[in-house]
């Protein structure tokens, strides 16, 4: 898993000071400026496995059964590629997201959010096991496969700590900016929410 932090506006030169800015509504108009901050981002690959045998199912003097049918296996492999981006949405951001105290500032983040971006199956990967009683897997099921490989990425998703990383960096981009507010780096305190949502994923 590879993660990359990326910024919503590029940082001053560190000469320029300014003095604090005086009021919270400005300070909440200039955070969501940000609207949606990219924090995060995460590329995982996976492998997809399926298997299935074909069953004889029955009822003989009125007793069921259910035999597996020798030589009748089917496997198959397939490597898919995946990109996730974690964000935190600015949109909603209020005057209840900001405590001040004089000189010193408080900013509780909203929780961050991950989209599964895009998804690529390397097809020249892909590799069946099937026995000669049995057909190949078709495109329908191969690509339901595919399906049910994005959404174990999704599920796994707090495996990666991906949501972690994003409050991390998105804590990391709003310090400079409250520093060319005005506010010193001291006086500044990022706060997170005690439980994180891991559910604020989906599919793009």
């Known amino acids: 898993v590879v993660l990359s932090l990326l910024s919503c506006s590029p940082k001053k030169p560190a000469e320029e000071k ?11 108009m200039q955070i969501q400026k940000c609207n949606r901050l990219y924090t995060a981002e995460a590329h995982v690959h996976k492998i997809i496995t399926h298997d299935d045998q074909l069953n004889l199912k029955g009822s003989l003097f009125k007793k069921d059964f259910n035999i597996h049918v020798p030589g009748s296996n089917r496997k198959v492999a397939i490597p898919m590629d995946a990109t996730l981006k974690a964000y935190v949405d600015f949109s909603g951001f209020s005057a209840k997201n900001v405590n001040r105290q004089g000189d010193k500032i408080e900013i509780i983040l909203p929780d961050p959010k991950v989209i599964l971006t895009s998804s690529k199956i390397n097809h020249e990967g892909v590799r069946q096991f099937v026995s000669l009683t049995r057909k190949n897997y078709s495109d ?13 990425i999704i599920r796994d998703i707090p495996n990666l700590d991906i949501l972690e990383q994003a409050r991390q ?3 990391n981009t709003l310090i400079p900016m409250l520093q060319d507010m005005g506010f010193a780096e001291e006086n500044i305190k990022i706060s997170f929410r005690k439980k994180l949502d891991r559910k604020s994923t989906r599919l793009n």
Not at 140 to 152: D, I, K, M, T
């Open 18 to 28: 300014k003095s604090a800015i005086d009021t919270i509504p400005t300070m909440v």
């Open 140 to 152: 329908a099921e191969l690509s339901q496969f595919e399906q049910q490989g994005r959404e174990s």
């Open 169 to 171: 960096s998105a804590a």
